[in-house]
């Protein structure tokens, strides 16, 4: 596939809807061509993406917070989301994408012990993008908003 994207002729009709190449990928068409993108990204995370966002929101608020082997710094993002002046429902959505059996950002997570925080983990190792990605498709607020994982929020945000 790689080969014929090089050709002239088909170089304007094919394209990788990202660049980024592991054995999983190689072995799978991942053109764009190929297939609609949710039918792609529901095999990608496991679940049928379009039911997700299907579904009506369940909060009025969603942050959602990627994040990939930060856990010394996802601490304080964390309290600054939990220390809103905003009193209607919000739920902070942490996407943990840590590399191999790095549990430190779930152990964050039960320590804070707050309900307001959804826990995800990402079925297999992604990209920045499609990081942030599977962590919008975990949210359920009517509004959503990324902060990262080393970012803050002031108090009046929401």
Same mark, same amino acid.
């Given at each position: 596939? !790689?080969?014929?994207?090089?050709?002239?002729?088909?170089?304007?009709?094919?394209?990788?809807?990202?660049?980024?190449?592991?054995?999983?990928?190689?072995?799978?068409?991942?053109?764009?061509?190929?297939?609609?993108?949710? $039918?792609?990204? $529901?095999?990608?995370?496991?679940? $049928?993406?379009?039911?997700?966002?299907?579904?009506?929101?369940?909060?009025?608020?969603?942050?959602?917070?990627?994040?990939?082997?930060?856990?010394?710094?996802?601490?304080?993002?964390?309290?600054?989301?939990?220390?809103?002046?905003?009193?209607?429902?919000?739920?902070?959505?942490?996407? !943990?994408?840590?590399?191999?059996?790095?549990?430190?950002?779930?152990?964050?997570?039960?320590?804070?012990?707050?309900?307001?925080?959804?826990?995800?983990?990402?079925?297999?190792?992604?990209?920045?993008?499609?990081?942030?990605?599977?962590?919008?498709?975990?949210?359920?607020?009517?509004?959503?908003?990324?902060?990262? $994982?080393?970012?803050?929020?002031?108090?009046?945000?929401?």
């Amino acid at each position: 596939m !790689d080969e014929l994207c090089q050709t002239p002729l088909l170089q304007k009709q094919m394209g990788r809807l990202y660049n980024f190449q592991t054995d999983y990928y190689e072995c799978a068409l991942t053109f764009g061509w190929c297939g609609d993108y949710l $039918s792609y990204v $529901s095999e990608i995370y496991g679940f $049928s993406v379009k039911e997700a966002i299907m579904q009506p929101a369940k909060c009025k608020f969603s942050i959602v917070i990627p994040a990939r082997n930060s856990a010394t710094t996802l601490f304080h993002p964390i309290k600054t989301c939990l220390e809103q002046t905003y009193k209607g429902s919000y739920e902070i959505v942490v996407s !943990d994408n840590s590399t191999g059996g790095n549990a430190e950002i779930y152990s964050l997570c039960k320590e804070i012990n707050d309900p307001r925080i959804i826990y995800r983990k990402t079925p297999r190792d992604l990209q920045l993008c499609k990081s942030f990605e599977y962590a919008y498709l975990q949210a359920h607020g009517e509004y959503i908003f990324a902060l990262g $994982s080393d970012d803050g929020l002031l108090p009046w945000a929401l």
